[in-house]
């Protein structure tokens, strides 16, 4: 294996257990900071800590006809669909979050299909959909009532609406030719879409309620060293190196470890109907994605 594969490797991998363990360090800030601010702040600082690092190590800034493109991506990515998420777990717990993330192959693969060129759709990949289908319909015939609060309720439209926006930006990242060094991208789209998420928090209002506690800087510092700073920017070099049907498989290995830290520090609820569920998803995706490589090997 060629030393680039392997790094891109290991970057996917780390992206696999570390944004496992950050929803719950969401729903702990979220707990005590307003959200957008809780988000833009980190996203910031990390950016900044990331691109002071890369400049003293002489790597080189993106060309201003690059910026733009790396701001469509950090604002899809970050801006819009991590802050989604963090406004969410307000109501939504940790791993059920998680979970309904899970299900961001089947977007992908959707708006794919969708593209002119996109890939062909296969009776493997229908029915790997529709095993999809079938789970996240069992996780919300159990939260059924609760479906009927208006707070969960737009914490649920909140985390699908972050799903879709993520595919989109993903495919669109893939679609680009950078000759920026991905973790100077990185670092740009932190910065950018920080940004514009502290200024909506601004604009909401939310300074005036943005105070730390102990459990929200714990939260806020674990997010933003490890989330950001070894999360982000190992995706974004996995995704620059790896096919984006592979790299967004992050996804099986996430709900795994949010289910079971949100059941061991915080109580979640983690039951039989949950753990079918996460079994029929996961299968779901996985066949999804042999749908997807069958159809991607058959091209001349």
């Known amino acids: 294996m060629k030393k680039g594969n392997l790094l891109a490797y290991l970057a996917w991998l780390s992206t696999c257990i570390v944004w496992g363990t950050t929803y719950l360090a969401i729903r702990i800030g979220v707990g005590d900071l307003p959200p957008w601010l809780f988000a833009g702040f980190r996203w910031m600082a990390a950016g900044t800590v990331l691109i002071s690092v890369l400049l003293f190590m002489k ?67 229908i029915f790997g959909v529709l095993l999809g289908l079938v789970g996240t319909g069992l996780i919300f015939r159990n939260e059924f009532e609760k479906l009927f ?39 740009i789209q932190m910065i950018i879409a920080g940004a514009l ?48 049907s592979f790299a967004t498989t992050y996804a099986y290995v996430n ?18 109907t949950i753990g079918i569920a996460t079994v029929i998803i996961l299968v779901g995706v996985f066949v999804v994605k042999r749908g997807s490589r069958a159809i991607e090997l058959k091209k001349p």
């Open 59 to 125: 790597f080189k800034l993106p060309r201003l006809n690059e910026i733009k493109h790396l701001a469509v991506v950090g604002i899809a990515l970050i801006g819009v669909a991590n802050g989604l998420v963090v406004y969410a777990e307000q109501w939504i717990p940790s791993g059920l979050a998680a979970l309904i993330v899970t299900t961001l192959p089947f977007w992908v693969v959707g708006i794919e299909l969708a593209l002119p060129l996109g890939n062909r759709i296969s009776l493997t990949t």
């Open 149 to 187: 609060d208006p707070d969960y309720l737009t914490g649920v439209i909140a985390i699908l609406g972050a799903i879709i926006v993520w595919a989109a930006g993903s495919l669109y990242s893939k679609s680009r030719k950078f000759e920026v060094h991905p973790l100077m991208g990185a670092s």
């Open 197 to 244: 998420q502290t200024i909506f928090g601004l604009l909401l209002g939310e300074y005036d309620s943005f105070i730390f506690t102990q459990s929200s800087l714990l939260a806020f510092l674990y997010l933003l060293f490890v989330g950001s700073l070894m999360g982000y920017a190992s995706y974004i070099y996995a995704l620059a190196h790896l096919p984006v």
């Open 255 to 272: 709900p795994v470890i949010a289910l079971f830290l949100g059941w061991l520090v915080l109580g979640e609820e983690l039951n039989l």
